[in-house]
């Protein structure tokens, strides 16, 4: 089998903060002055919702090939 890439991760943020601003739900300096920690929480759980939907939407599709 072909071996998948190492992943980077990142090191001065955490990984939910990261994925966030990642995914653009906020900015950086949103995250430090507009919202707060349950507001975080909340847009990972969009984007991780979100993510997982998508992943389910490709492995359907790739069965109907």
């Known amino acids: 089998g072909e071996r998948r890439p190492k992943q980077v991760r990142t090191g ?21 002055t507009v919202y707060g920690l349950e507001d975080l929480w909340t847009l990972f759980e969009i984007h991780a919702v979100a993510q997982h939907n998508e992943y389910l939407a490709a492995k359907h599709a790739s069965k109907g090939r």
């Not at 939910?16 to 430090?32: D, F, T």
């Open 12 to 32: 001065s943020v955490s990984a939910v903060v990261a994925a966030v601003v990642g995914a653009r739900l906020a900015s950086l300096h949103e995250l430090g």
